[in-house]
């Protein structure tokens, strides 16, 4: 039972109950994209107005800095809009490269944004060099917080055998790459990794 005396916390803690629903709703088949889109433009201009009237409970980007891209050679993007909608609501600041983005472009925009994570994801099969090329590159440019890796071409074996990769190709190399399947793993693991780096702020 919710019991928060302000009736814009409540309102916030109630549209994060419906979004988590409607993820769960969407993972078990029961709604489809169309659905889940429209619950998720419901649930922006609800923000939208918090945002708008109230900016003191205005929760964008004050939780950290994730960087989205899908690989050189892959065009979808439906999954990965869901992935970042998802993190925006939850007050992550988003930065969206796109699709068909090259081990280049990724590397670049590391110095522009300095992003606290970077997902990448790939959907097809024929673009799994590209998605390992995409990692070796960013630790080989010396990004070394997370990645999330994502899409349906990628599971975590896919991520053992590229941890395997990167430890005798870029033996210095540290942070960890997290294969998560769905929004609702991306959003436990971004959570638990910011919660991490917060809590070290705080004793440093
Ligand atoms: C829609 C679709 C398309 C659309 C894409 C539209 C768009 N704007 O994205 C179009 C028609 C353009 C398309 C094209 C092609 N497609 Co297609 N496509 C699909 C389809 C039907 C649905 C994909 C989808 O959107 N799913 C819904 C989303 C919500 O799910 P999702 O993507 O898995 O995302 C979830 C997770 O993966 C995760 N996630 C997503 N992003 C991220 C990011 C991060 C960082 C993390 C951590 C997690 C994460 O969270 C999401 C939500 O839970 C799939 C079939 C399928 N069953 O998936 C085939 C499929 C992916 N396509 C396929 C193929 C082969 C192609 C083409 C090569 C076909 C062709 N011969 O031209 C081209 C590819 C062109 C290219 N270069 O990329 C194959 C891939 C097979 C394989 N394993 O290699 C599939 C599996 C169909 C099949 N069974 O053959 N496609």
């Known amino acids: 039972m919710i019991n928060l005396k302000c009736p814009i916390e ?7 109950i419906a979004l988590i629903y409607i993820g769960q709703l969407f993972e078990s088949r029961e709604i489809y994209y169309p659905q889940v889109l429209q619950a998720a433009l419901a649930v922006k201009n609800a923000l939208n107005v918090v945002d708008e009237e109230y900016p003191t409970f205005s929760r964008q980007g004050q939780n950290g800095c994730i960087l989205l891209g899908v690989v050189k050679g892959d065009i979808h993007d439906i999954g990965k809009n869901i992935v970042k909608m998802f993190l925006e609501f939850n007050g992550y600041t988003v930065i969206d490269l796109g699709v068909d983005i090259s081990p280049e472009e990724f590397v670049e925009a ?7 994570i970077i997902g990448v994801s790939a959907f097809i099969n024929t673009v799994i060099p ?3 090329n995409t990692v070796l590159a ?4 010396g990004f070394n917080k997370p990645v999330l890796a994502g899409g349906i071409a990628v599971n975590s074996l896919t991520v053992k055998k590229l941890k395997q990769e990167l430890d005798s190709e870029v033996p210095e190399a540290v942070g960890d790459i997290i294969y998560a399947h769905n929004v609702q793993e991306v959003l436990k693991a971004v959570d638990e990794i910011l919660y991490r780096k917060k809590t070290f702020e705080m004793i440093v």
């Not at 409540?10 to 994060?16: Q, T």
């Not at 590391?110 to 606290?116: K, V």
């Not at 960013?138 to 440019?141: E, I, S, V, W």
């Open 10 to 16: 409540k309102l916030l803690k109630n549209l994060d």
């Open 110 to 116: 590391i110095s522009h944004h300095s992003p606290d």
């Open 130 to 132: 590209s998605f390992k």
């Open 138 to 141: 960013l630790r080989k440019a």
